[in-house]
């Protein structure tokens, strides 16, 4: 019995924070694959890779075609495989700001950042 599939892609790298999501659904008497992509956390854009229903056989060979070219430019599947990317990116962007304060002559104190 064919059934409903979908996989959500992810890309995070130096500097690409993407993801691409792709769908095999049933639509009237045949099948249909879509998709959308962008920016994780932003609006993504979406389009159809069928835009008249196939057979069941034709659109899932699409589908794990269309999976096997993105997984080929670099996106992995499920967020939890690339979770450890992203905090290991967000904690290479960290910087540490080192507050000193500095006493005038006239006595007024002032902080300066280095």
Same mark, same amino acid.
């Given at each position: 019995?064919?059934?409903?599939?979908?996989?959500?892609?992810?890309?995070?790298?130096?500097?690409?924070?993407?993801?691409?999501?792709?769908?095999?659904?049933?639509?009237?008497?045949?099948?249909?694959?879509?998709?959308?992509?962008?920016?994780?956390?932003?609006?993504?854009?979406?389009?159809?890779?069928?835009?008249?229903?196939?057979?069941?056989?034709?659109?899932?060979?699409?589908?794990?075609?269309?999976?096997?070219?993105?997984?080929?430019?670099?996106?992995?599947?499920?967020?939890?495989?690339?979770?450890?990317?992203?905090?290991?990116?967000? &904690? &290479?962007?960290?910087?540490?700001?080192?507050?000193?304060?500095?006493?005038?002559?006239?006595?007024?104190?002032?902080?300066?950042?280095?």
């Amino acid at each position: 019995m064919a059934t409903k599939e979908s996989i959500e892609l992810f890309m995070v790298t130096g500097k690409h924070n993407k993801t691409y999501v792709v769908e095999l659904y049933p639509y009237g008497q045949g099948w249909n694959v879509d998709f959308a992509y962008g920016r994780i956390g932003s609006t993504l854009k979406h389009g159809t890779k069928t835009p008249n229903p196939l057979p069941y056989y034709t659109a899932k060979q699409v589908y794990d075609n269309l999976v096997q070219s993105k997984k080929a430019k670099g996106y992995t599947a499920g967020m939890h495989k690339v979770q450890g990317v992203i905090e290991k990116k967000q &904690a &290479a962007t960290k910087q540490t700001v080192t507050v000193v304060q500095i006493e005038e002559p006239r006595g007024r104190k002032f902080r300066d950042a280095i």
